[in-house]
């Protein structure tokens, strides 16, 4: 099948989070199953820069906010990716909208773009124009995926077209709906006949992420548990009641991740690489010298690790514990427990902590102080580092994500693969990938984490505590990492699940 994806980012070429891991995987994994899968970004200023060469394929002139802008549709050409999907990247370049420095939703001073309402439904509009034909070549989309609602619109610029493809609608994060004004909805020109609660319409505004579950045919979310959560008025953002109304056109799939880019045996980011599982494969039994290999594997990226952070690296033993945290630093990820549980946490175990992260100045100001006060035991990093990340999942003994809620949660696969136990609330992707360590998970082996499911900063302790005496029996311990580290976490089987959709 013809698969236009519609993303706002993908690695690695632009990525703010897991969206743009997704919009990048996704994609490679499909084309191997056999479909030929196009993506199509906005032209941001960065995401051009990096072009070998750029064809301009049409062009169409489209509305705006109360203007009309020319908007081109480039094939780009860009080389140093190998994995194919370089021949299909489509930009969608309108300079005023999309040619300048930076993040691509958020101004270098922190704030929203205040045009982001006009780019992301130009972006839309030019995309569903993308849906009747590219111009320049015969290609037609049987199917245009779309994600989050920077591309909401999608569905519904779609729904007004016939013949028209099919759409697919992915939810990977509900706390951002894309909410805009009326006064926005009207100048830019929306049909009046959306401005209505069973359309966009969203509490005296409008929602574009409203306007993919109003209009695509078949909606997706990241997990099969948040499938069920964002159905309850907990999770659902008050978009349960239009979740709840969807019916089985919701769905949760998995994500899976990038096997490649995310393979400790052949990471290039680490200062030794090492695999438990292919030995394993091969040999079909317990390798003892093997075991070693990845086990002073991990420890020699620990003590890089630990230098590389400015922590005390000469505990030659490796006993004190690295404990580590990677994420966008936002009310979503329980940052407030870390914070209220770390001192506490350093007052009663030896355990040391890194923090990689940027977001909201808040938690950044929090951290600083915090790292300020116990400068042998914890060092953040705000700031955002491709490499410094891969550091941690390897090096650290454990990966702590307390997040309030989690579509999916990549970074706890990353830590599995990598052989570092995540410790995470129970929640989302993270109940559906993480299995808690207990008597009978240790027994039947199926333990490869640590979960807590009262969420608040006395359960993270004692969970993180629980971690730290299994820590100390070297054999389960090992047992833990290398069940983690052998689990399926490739996006083969979630790519199925999203052909059997796409041809449902
Ligand atoms: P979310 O999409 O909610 O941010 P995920 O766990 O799905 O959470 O994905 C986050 C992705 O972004 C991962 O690939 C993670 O490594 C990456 N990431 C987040 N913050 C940083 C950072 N400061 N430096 C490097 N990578 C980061
Ligand atoms: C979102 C979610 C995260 C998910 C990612 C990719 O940003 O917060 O849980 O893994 O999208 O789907």
Aim: glycine fraction near 8%; proline fraction near 6%; charge should be negative.
């Amino acid at each position: 099948m013809n698969i236009l994806f519609a993303a706002s980012e993908a690695f690695p070429l632009v990525k703010t989070g897991g969206l743009g891991d997704v919009a990048h995987a996704l994609p490679i994994a499909l084309k191997q199953l056999g479909d030929d899968v196009r993506l199509v970004l906005p032209a941001y200023r960065d995401v051009l820069a990096a072009m070998d060469l750029l064809t301009e394929l049409g062009y169409w002139d489209l509305p705006g906010a109360g203007v009309t802008h020319r908007v081109r549709v480039l094939q780009a050409h860009y080389t140093s990716l190998d994995d194919g999907l370089e021949e299909y990247l489509y930009l969608i370049d309108v300079p005023a909208l999309f040619d300048r420095a930076g993040n691509p939703y958020v101004h270098p001073d922190g704030y929203d773009w205040p045009d982001n309402a006009e780019r992301f439904t130009v972006f839309s509009r030019a995309v569903a124009q993308m849906a009747k034909g590219i111009p320049g070549t015969d290609w037609k989309p049987d199917v245009v995926h779309c994600h989050d609602w920077q591309t909401g619109l999608v569905p519904a610029f779609l729904s007004m077209f016939h013949p028209r493809p099919k759409s697919v609608f992915t939810i990977h994060n509900l706390a951002y709906s894309g909410y805009f004004s009326h006064s926005d909805f009207t100048i830019l020109n929306l049909p009046p006949e959306w401005w209505s609660p069973e359309f966009v319409e969203f509490y005296g505004g409008f929602s574009m992420l409203k306007a993919g579950l109003a209009f695509a045919d078949q909606v997706t979310t990241v997990s099969p548990t948040y499938a069920r959560e964002i159905c309850t008025p907990q999770y659902g953002y008050r978009l349960e009641g239009a979740l709840q109304h969807l019916g089985d056109r919701l769905n949760g799939i998995l994500n899976g991740i990038d096997l490649d880019i995310w393979n400790p045996e052949t990471d290039s980011h680490l200062v030794q690489q090492y695999s438990v599982t292919n030995n394993k494969v091969i040999n079909n039994k317990k390798n003892d010298k093997h075991d070693q290999q990845w086990l002073s594997a991990k420890f020699a990226n620990k003590q890089h690790l630990l230098s590389k952070a400015g922590l005390p690296s000469d505990d030659t033993s490796g006993k004190a514990p690295l404990l580590g945290f990677i994420g966008r630093l936002v009310e979503q990820k329980g940052l407030d427990l870390i914070t209220s549980m770390l001192p506490e946490l350093f007052a009663s175990t030896d355990a040391v902590m890194i923090i990689l992260g940027s977001g909201d100045s808040l938690y950044e100001a929090q951290l600083k102080l915090l790292a300020d006060k116990y400068p042998s035991r914890l060092h953040v990093h705000i700031g955002y580092s491709e490499d410094l990340a891969h550091k941690v999942e390897a090096g650290c003994d454990l990966f702590i994500m307390p997040s309030r809620f989690e579509p999916c949660g990549l970074n706890q696969m990353y830590s599995l693969r990598y052989g570092t136990p995540p410790v995470v609330s129970f929640t989302g992707g993270l109940a559906d990938t993480v299995t808690d360590t207990i008597a009978a998970t240790l027994k039947d082996k199926t333990a490869n984490g640590f979960v807590f499911k009262e969420f608040n900063a006395e359960a993270l302790l004692l969970t993180i505590k629980r971690a730290l005496n299994l820590y100390k029996k070297p054999e389960q311990w090992q047992q833990i990492c290398e069940t983690a580290m052998a689990q399926e976490l490739g996006w083969e089987n979630s790519a199925k699940k999203y052909q059997a959709l796409y041809r449902d």
